[in-house]
C-alpha cells in the first residue's frame, strides 16, 4: 500500500485504534515514523513500540496506552503540515498545544523533536502534527 501521506496514515490508525481499544497496531515503518514513535514514547503517549522484519517490508507495531479506568491517553491527534500545504515556523513561532498540556511534533534541521526541545535548540521547522 502506497499512500500519498503516510504521517496522515499513521495518525489515523492510532485514533482508530485507541477508538477500537486494541492493545497494538502495525503500520508500515519508515525511519521518520520510528522517530514519530519514539517521540509519542517518549511523551507518555504510548507504551512502546518495535520495528519488525515483516518479509523485508518492515513494520512498525505501536503499543497503545490507556490509564486505569480504561481510557486512551490520547485525546486527540491532529496532521497540522499537509503535503498540499506546508506549514513552517521559526523558533519564537512554534505554537502551544492546550496551553502546554499537548505536544507539538516538528520536522528540525536537527531531526524529529517536540515543540518544546526545538525552542531550547534554537530550532524553527516544519510542524508535522499535534498530540494531546
Known amino acids: 500500500m502506497n499512500t500519498p501521506d503516510p504521517v496522515s496514515d499513521l495518525l489515523t490508525r492510532v485514533r ?8 497494538k497496531i502495525d503500520v508500515p515503518s519508515s525511519r521518520f515514523k520510528v522517530e514519530l514513535a519514539r517521540i509519542l514514547k517518549d511523551e507518555g503517549f504510548i ?3 518495535k ?14 496506552k490507556y490509564d486505569e ?3 486512551p491517553v490520547i485525546h486527540g491527534v491532529s496532521r497540522v503540515s499537509r503535503p498540499g500545504r506546508r506549514l513552517y515556523r521559526g523558533k519564537d513561532e512554534i505554537p502551544q498545544v492546550l496551553g502546554g498540556l499537548g505536544v507539538a511534533i516538528i520536522s528540525t534541521s536537527q531531526g524529529l523533536l517536540t515543540g518544546q526541545d526545538a525552542k531550547r535548540r534554537g ?10
Open 47 to 49: 507504551k512502546n513500540f
Open 51 to 64: 520495528v519488525l522484519d515483516d518479509r523485508g517490508a518492515g513494520l512498525l507495531r505501536l503499543y497503545l
Open 69 to 71: 479506568a480504561g481510557h
Open 16 to 23: 482508530n485504534g485507541l477508538h477500537a481499544r486494541h492493545e
Open 123 to 132: 530550532v524553527g521547522g516544519e510542524i508535522v502534527c499535534s498530540v494531546w
